[in-house]
């Protein structure tokens, strides 16, 4: 579905699915991960410490690849749903009744949190910069949510929006 798409027609509504992958995220944060084995070594060379360490490095990775590597986004009559990560967790459902506006905003580096992150005001699922889009409930809490085409999301909410039976 692309953002040209015809307006919205009561009864009918449209279906949106997309998935934003992060790699170099990832292998960043392994690279940062790196100089903490030689960081942890102590004058007497103990092998276990240095075991664990590297125990706790490999962990680390592997849950960061799992839950915090991609954002899954499916827009509809359900509402927003976002699954974070290989395994598709954490995740949540907005309510298209809880979305107050759905709105196309261009993210900046500096905001992009790398994954999930959660304040009294605001949710952010983001791994990458650029065009986002950016979800206004009810409650006044702001959700940002990575996707590959924002303008179909903000779409696929209004023809749910309209599709509804008032």
């Not at 944060?29 to 960081?39: C, E, M």
């Amino acid at each position: 579905m692309t953002a040209s798409a015809a307006a919205p027609v009561p009864g009918r509504y449209s279906v949106y699915t997309g998935r934003v992958t992060n790699w170099w995220m990832v292998v960043a944060s392994a690279a940062a991960l790196l100089p903490l084995p030689f960081l942890s070594r102590t004058s007497d060379d103990q092998g276990e410490l240095l075991a664990v360490v590297l125990l706790l490095l490999v962990v680390g990775l592997v849950l960061e690849i799992l839950t915090g590597s991609s954002v899954r986004t499916t827009a509809g009559p359900q509402g927003v749903i976002v699954h974070l990560g290989v395994l598709g967790w954490p995740r949540h459902r907005y309510p298209v009744e809880e979305i107050l506006l759905a709105e196309v905003i261009d993210l900046k580096g500096w905001y992009v949190a790398g994954g999930f992150w959660w304040t009294p005001r605001r949710t952010c699922w983001t791994v990458r910069s650029g065009p986002t889009v950016r979800l206004v409930l009810r409650s006044g809490r702001t959700v940002t949510v990575s996707v590959p085409d924002p303008a179909a999301v903000v779409a696929a909410v209004e023809s749910s929006r309209v599709a509804r039976p008032s």
